[in-house]
């Protein structure tokens, strides 16, 4: 399909990139209500039509899972939405997720040739359109059922990589179960970004057309402590299983008086509020106590989103203190912008060395050193180097640590003959084999922390390994009626 825009090039160049519609900072700073709105048609379309329909679409090889970004945005300028969002499923099953959380501004939009001299296409926003255009006008219709007839899989955890596992598996007919630790699916979509993000009637409207696909989610599970997986090979049945269980357990600095009362980790303080719903305490039985000051240690998604949810919890004055310069801090650029404008306050090259307590206990002040940047180090990225003597101390009363979090092992330590490195990380190979025959592996378990997208991606790969292993099973069983194809 080419021809649909009708401006010549150089017309398209003179176009500013759209702007989404987002709420005021003065009146979203107070409510968890979405911040970003994203595009109305117009800008819509204004925006797809910045499009060069570039022959090679660069911005292709950029997302993870190559969604067709050209061939959806033709679609949009045709006034096809539908047909823009069935063609994003086909290689995204969480579009109205990624367009509002991915980290294009370092994938697809990064690759797009217009950001050479130009501003790139805008991507997320439209993925972002053509998903909400869905759900607006009540067109997310459950896709056809498939007949599963295949075998059974299991996959352990319901975040993004075992969703996105789940639902290549159940089109391509397996019988599949998602066995999740929590009351609710959606991993860190759920107990980790906030409402203010991710609008959780989004995220439950995406999982439902999941289990629309025939895939079954049990919730309330702890694989490795409620069942083994060798249980669930033996005596569940399962014929394969992926492990997708994320990297949730968090990380300390490990200086003096974090067991003061009021020092969270971020993993606790997001859950309490994302997932038990502490801020409407006592509606809900979960309680969350903030001070007037707060301080934030972290520089990634995490740290951003804790702060920005501590300030509409009622902190006056909020701070993020993060060792690097801005440039460096990993968080997406639109949130670290929106938290600027909802009044935190950046500390920047700065590190805290010490949490400071009261008679009564609790958190009255940190103490801070400023840093400055020394040689790169292996990754690239500048050392961190303390300088003597510029300690200063932060009267806060509230400290909630985000400097990163680590695997849980109880499915490492309760799997014979899985292995996993020193971080604790499971070990795979390219296409998520483990080193258990039948296992499989990805997403944050494996990754030891990354985006919502690199975990998708490896469960779709993991998913066509899946397949191509309980092809070669049912073919070495019967060699002669095992036709390849479809098991369903
Ligand atoms: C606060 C926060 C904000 C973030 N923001 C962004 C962002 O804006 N953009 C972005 O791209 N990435 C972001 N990330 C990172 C991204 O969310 C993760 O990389 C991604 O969710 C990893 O997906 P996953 O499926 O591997 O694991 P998870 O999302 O962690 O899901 C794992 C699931 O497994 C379950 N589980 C664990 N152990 C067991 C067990 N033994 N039995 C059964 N179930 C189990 C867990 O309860 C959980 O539901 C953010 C992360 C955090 C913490």
Redesign the pocket.
């Known amino acids: 399909m080419t021809g649909v825009n009708t401006l010549r090039p150089a017309e398209r160049l003179k176009i500013p990139r759209q702007q989404a519609i987002e709420r005021p900072p003065e009146e979203r700073c107070r409510t968890f209500q979405e911040v970003s709105l994203g595009f109305d048609e117009e800008r819509a379309l204004v925006e797809a039509s910045r499009c060069l329909e570039c022959k090679d679409a660069a911005c292709v090889k950029g997302c993870p899972v190559n969604v067709d970004i050209r061939g959806f945005i033709e679609l949009l300028l045709a006034r096809d939405h539908l047909g823009a969002i069935n063609r994003i499923r086909e290689a995204n099953a969480l579009p109205a997720v990624c367009g509002r959380?991915?980290?294009q501004e370092t994938q697809c939009e990064l690759m797009c040739v217009l950001g050479k001299k130009y501003t790139p296409i805008a991507i997320g926003k439209l993925e972002r359109f053509a998903a909400d255009y869905e759900i607006r006008h009540g067109l997310l219709l459950p896709p056809p059922r498939a007949q599963p007839g295949g075998e059974q899989v299991a996959i352990?955890?319901?975040?993004?990589?075992?969703l996105a596992c789940a639902a290549d598996l159940a089109r391509l007919g397996y019988r599949v179960t998602i066995?999740?630790?929590?009351h609710a699916p959606?991993?860190?979509?759920r107990y980790?970004?906030p409402e203010f993000r991710l609008p959780r009637e989004v995220l439950d409207l995406e999982i439902q057309r999941i289990e629309a696909l025939g895939v079954e989610i049990v919730t309330n599970?702890?694989?490795?402590k409620t069942a083994t997986i060798d249980e669930l090979f033996e005596e569940w049945r399962f014929a394969a299983v992926y492990l997708?269980?994320?990297?949730?357990t968090p990380h300390f600095m490990g200086i003096p008086g974090e067991n003061l009362v009021g020092v969270y980790s971020?993993n606790e303080f997001?859950t309490r509020v994302n997932l038990m719903q502490a801020h409407r305490f006592p509606d809900f039985d979960t309680p969350i106590k903030v001070g007037r000051t707060v301080a934030v240690i972290g520089g990634g998604?995490?740290a951003v989103?804790a702060v920005r949810t501590a300030r509409r919890l009622g902190a006056q004055q909020a701070y993020l203190i993060y060792r690097r310069s801005r440039d460096e801090m990993p968080a997406?650029r639109e949130e670290i912008l929106h938290a600027e404008e909802e009044g935190v306050r950046f500390i920047l090259l700065t590190t805290p060395i010490r949490i400071l307590g009261g008679p009564d206990n609790r958190v009255c002040g940190i103490e801070c050193q400023r840093i400055a940047l020394g040689e790169p180090d292996m990754t690239g990225r500048r050392t961190p180097m303390p300088i003597p003597g510029s300690e200063f101390i932060l009267p806060v009363q509230t400290v909630i640590e985000a400097i990163g979090a680590r695997v849980?092992p109880?499915?490492q330590t309760t799997t014979p003959g899985l292995e996993s490195d020193a971080r604790g990380t499971v070990v795979t190979d390219e296409t998520k084999r483990t080193s258990r025959p039948g296992v499989f592996a990805g997403?944050?378990?494996a990754r030891g922390?990354?985006?919502?997208?690199l975990?998708m991606r490896d469960g779709r790969v993991a998913a066509a390994s899946i397949d191509e292993y309980l092809r070669a099973r049912r073919q070495a069983a019967h060699p002669v009626g095992a036709a390849a194809g479809n098991v369903g």
Do not use: Q
């Not at 066995?179 to 929590?182: D, G, I, P, S, V």
């Not at 959606?186 to 979509?189: D, E, M, P, R």
């Open positions: 959380v991915c980290p352990v955890g319901s975040g993004p990589s075992g066995f999740e630790a929590l959606g991993g860190v979509l980790g970004i599970v702890v694989v490795g997708a269980t994320g990297a949730g971020a997001l998604n995490t989103d997406r849980n109880i499915i997403g944050d378990l922390g990354a985006t919502v997208i975990a």
